[in-house]
């Protein structure tokens, strides 16, 4: 095969040039199980979320991240921060600043789990920005979310100074988190929450040197990334292919991370508003139906 001769970013470059048709069916020679297993679940599962704490919301596939798609739609993607997500969605946040906002996974997530939150959603590449309000119309929370650019101190610093209330801060830039995540630059930062995907492979020592930076303000909960296994592809759905394939699922769940990849909870010891619970009567604040265990 061609990726076996060539180096793999030179093989990936080649195909990525060839017309999709063509890439399609080098796919299916390359990897039929893995292939076959990630065409079953985009056909059963229709767009929609099947598992996890963004269940019921719609994603179209995109080429932007066509690799984290399954994960996406089996609710594996980043199944370790699962009950921070959790804890997110239960506190009443009135502003998610969500750096790093790609397809909009999370910005749509949260809008759609905290109807009444605002959500800024920073991404750098505009060229994902319609994809991105196309998934917030086609959720019903195009209303919440505000599309921005590039985030950088001072365009991060002037939103967290004209943020509402409880504010959560998502950040995943790829090690740009490190600069942004300046309490001395920003001192809003000192009073209010934020979850970090920290890449110590981009810039080393960075989850360190954050808790060191945060713990006399904040605490900090810390998470690290784990290979996935079958048993976190969701119960219930198309239940004969874990049995069938169990090497191509787990292989179509993988995110591919390089190094040890951690995020950091970090909650405000001295926030800016006491936190609020979701109201109990609040359909939309509570999670839909999730298959998973
Ligand atoms: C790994 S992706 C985020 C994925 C997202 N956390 C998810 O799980 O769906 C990182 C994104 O950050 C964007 N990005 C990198 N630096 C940025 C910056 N300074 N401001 C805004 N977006 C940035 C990249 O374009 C990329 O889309």
């Not at 996890?52 to 993607?77: D, E, V």
């Not at 809003?188 to 713990?215: K, M, N, Q, Y």
């Not at 979701?278 to 839909?288: C, K, N, T």
């Amino acid at each position: 095969m061609l990726s076996e001769s060539l180096s793999p970013q030179i093989a990936n470059a080649t195909v990525r040039r060839l017309p999709v048709g063509i890439r399609s069916v080098l796919r299916w020679i390359a990897r039929p199980r893995q292939t076959a297993v990630g065409s079953l679940v985009r056909r059963a599962s229709r767009g929609r979320i099947i598992a996890g704490p963004f269940a019921g919301m719609t994603l179209h596939r995109s080429r932007f991240t066509p690799h984290y798609y399954l994960g996406f739609i089996l609710g594996s993607h980043e199944l370790e921060i699962r009950p921070v997500i959790e804890q997110i969605a239960a506190r009443c946040y009135s502003t998610i600043l969500n750096v790093g906002a790609a397809d909009g996974y999370y910005a749509v997530g949260f809008a759609r789990r905290l109807p009444h939150a605002r959500v800024i959603a920073f991404e750098e590449n505009t060229r994902i920005h319609a994809l991105l309000a196309r998934s917030a119309d086609v959720n019903g929370v195009r209303a919440q979310i505000d599309i921005r650019g590039r985030c950088d101190l001072g365009n991060f610093g002037q939103e967290l100074e004209g943020a509402q209330g409880d504010v959560l801060v998502f950040i995943d830039i790829e090690g740009g988190e490190f600069e942004v995540l300046d309490p001395e630059a920003v001192r809003g930062l000192r009073r209010i929450d934020i979850l970090v995907e920290s890449h110590d492979i981009v810039v080393p020592g960075c989850t360190e040197a954050l808790i060191a930076r945060f713990s006399p303000t904040h605490h900090i909960q810390r998470y690290r990334a784990r290979a996935r296994v079958v048993s976190d592809f969701p119960g219930g759905f198309l239940p004969y292919l874990p049995r069938l394939a169990p090497q191509a699922v787990v292989a179509g769940m993988d995110e591919r991370r390089s190094g040890i990849q951690e995020w950091l909870y970090l909650t405000a010891k001295e926030p800016v508003s006491e936190p609020k619970r979701a109201l109990e009567d609040d359909s939309r604040s509570r999670p839909l139906a999730e298959i998973a265990k």
